[in-house]
């Protein structure tokens, strides 16, 4: 494992570095690389990388396979992540874009070779349109592959008292599920295969790395470290669901 991408990464201090600034939940870089590797990905492929912040998983796909990435997202500024993919070198491989996932997308249908998404799907994707309408955008043979915060159980109506006060927040409750939820929602679209769902491996490191870039003076950083200290390992997985469009 020490030989991983995302090792050989924040070992280098500029990228760590980097890291810490960019994070906006658990690393994605981490989480794009387990992802990935449950199918190909080559060169000469098109990512829509949906969500992607402040371009993580788009540096991850463009770095480790070359590939020409659209790095989407409702709330990361384009101009600065296209200056930090200058600064990065890779700025001809990544096409920055503000996109709303929920609206009508502006590509061609069959455009794209993978759908990839880590960290967001689950604030859109919570629902029985979005994969319907995401899967003519993807060509056939290609994948759907996302990953986001999850439950090892649904609560229901029984949140544990530690956790009451941070499902109290709006959209909480909506967006973190467990496995069995997500695969019975992926499972009623027509035109793809599930491939592979299950929790994460990197789960632990990942969220370990970005709590450790966070200012507990913040308030909102302070949230998500009061949080993960209530949760404190006995709740929380991350999910990735992978599917190949047929």
Request: glycine share 6%.
């Amino acid at each position: 494992m020490n030989n991983t991408f995302s090792n050989k990464f924040i070992a280098d201090k500029k990228n760590l570095a980097l890291l810490k600034e960019t994070m906006w939940g658990p690393n994605a870089i981490r989480q794009a690389e387990e992802l990935a590797s449950h199918f190909k990905i080559t060169k000469d492929m098109k990512i829509l990388d949906l969500g992607s912040g402040m371009g993580l998983s788009a540096l991850y796909l463009v770095q480790a396979y070359g590939a020409e990435v659209f790095a989407t997202d409702l709330f990361a500024d384009p101009t600065e992540n296209h200056e930090r993919f200058k600064s990065l070198g890779i700025a001809d491989k990544i096409i920055p874009m503000l996109l709303d996932a929920t609206q009508p997308l502006p590509f061609a249908k069959n455009y794209f070779d993978v759908i990839f998404s880590v960290g967001a799907y689950n604030m859109f994707g919570d629902n029985e349109e979005m994969l319907p309408k995401l899967i003519p955008y993807v060509k056939k043979g290609g994948y759907i592959a996302v990953a986001f915060p999850g439950l090892k159980y649904d609560f229901g109506d029984n949140v544990p008292p530690e956790m009451k006060p941070f499902w109290e927040v709006p959209d909480v409750a909506r967006c973190i599920r467990g496995i069995e939820w997500w695969n019975d929602l992926f499972s009623k679209a027509e035109g793809i295969e599930i491939v592979n769902i299950s929790e994460m491996t990197c789960h632990d490191i990942a969220w370990k790395e970005y709590l450790a870039s966070l200012d507990p003076s913040v308030k909102e950083e302070k949230w998500d470290l009061d949080m993960m200290a209530a949760e404190n390992g006995k709740y929380y997985n991350t999910i990735q669901l992978i599917a190949k469009v047929i």
